[in-house]
C-alpha cells in the first residue's frame, strides 16, 4: 500500500495519560498535515510541515499536542496529560510541492478514546 | 480566518435523482476549492476540486460550480447511485491547498434505492 499510514489504527488510554500517533506520508510527498475530527464534523487543521520544518500550528495545538517531522519523513503527534476532549480522529494528510494545487491525500486516521 | 458554511446537512434522494450541497466561504483570498467523500469508517478521498480561475468543472457525474463573486460553490451529483451514499465535505484553501485547507461540516448524503 502506498498511500499515507497511520499507527495506531485506535487508542484507548486514561485521563491525564500520554499518547503518541505516528503518521507515515506518501514516500514523495513533502508536505505533511494533521487534522483533527469529532463526530459529524469536519476535519479541523492542527498544523502542516513543508519537509521537517513545522510552518503553522493551529490555535486548536495547545500547550499539551507537540508535532514532530525529523527527518523530513514520518511524523509523530504527542498528546500529553490527555482530557476527554482530546477523544477524537486524529487524521494525518500528505501532498507534494510543484503542481498548481496541492491535493491533499489523507490516512486512514488514528482514533483516541480518552477514558 | 476563513469558515466554510455547509448546506444541507443531511441529504435524501431517490436513485437516479440528482444532489446538490452547496458552501460559502468568508476569505477572499481562497483560491483552491476540493470536494471529499467520507464513508462511514474511512478517510476523507479527494472527488474533484477547482481552482478560482475556474467557474465550472465536470468528472462524469460530478460537476463543482464556483462563484467567486458571491464567494459560494457547489457539488452537483447527477444519475446517483446507492454507492454515492456517504458523508460529502467542501473545503476552502487560500494558497492553492497548500497550506491550512479549511472543511465545511459536512452533508450526509443518503441514496435510496
Known amino acids: 500500500d502506498t498511500g499515507v499510514s497511520q499507527d495506531p489504527r485506535h487508542k484507548i488510554t486514561k485521563r491525564g495519560q500520554n499518547v503518541t500517533f505516528r503518521c507515515d506520508p506518501i514516500s514523495e510527498h513533502n508536505r505533511l498535515y494533521w487534522y483533527r475530527q469529532t463526530l459529524g464534523q469536519g476535519p479541523e487543521f492542527l498544523t502542516y510541515?513543508?519537509?521537517?520544518?513545522?510552518?503553522?500550528k493551529s490555535r486548536l495545538l495547545s500547550d499539551r499536542f507537540s508535532a514532530e517531522r525529523p527527518k523530513g519523513s514520518f511524523s509523530t503527534l504527542e498528546i500529553q496529560r490527555t482530557e476527554q476532549g482530546d477523544s477524537a480522529m486524529y487524521l494525518c494528510?500528505?501532498?507534494?510541492?510543484?503542481?498548481?494545487?496541492?491535493?491533499?491525500?489523507f490516512g486512514p486516521g488514528t482514533r483516541l478514546t480518552v477514558l | 480566518g476563513e469558515n466554510v458554511e455547509q448546506h444541507p446537512s443531511t441529504l435524501s434522494v431517490q436513485e437516479g435523482d440528482s444532489a446538490v450541497i452547496k458552501c460559502t466561504y468568508s476569505d477572499s483570498a481562497s483560491n483552491y476549492f476540493p470536494w471529499y467523500k467520507q464513508e462511514l469508517g474511512k478517510r476523507p478521498q479527494l472527488i474533484i476540486d477547482?481552482?478560482?480561475?475556474?467557474g465550472e468543472k465536470k468528472d462524469q457525474r460530478i460537476a463543482v460550480t464556483l462563484n467567486k463573486t458571491a464567494k459560494h460553490f457547489s457539488l452537483h451529483i447527477t444519475e446517483t447511485q446507492p454507492e454515492d451514499s456517504a458523508v460529502y465535505f467542501c473545503a476552502a484553501s487560500p494558497s492553492g491547498g497548500y497550506q491550512k485547507v479549511t472543511f465545511g461540516t459536512g452533508t450526509k448524503l443518503q441514496v435510496i434505492p
Open positions: 477547482i481552482r478560482s480561475n475556474v
Open positions: 494528510a500528505s501532498s507534494l510541492d510543484g503542481l498548481p494545487t496541492d491535493t491533499q491525500y
Open positions: 510541515f513543508q519537509n521537517e520544518a513545522q510552518l503553522e
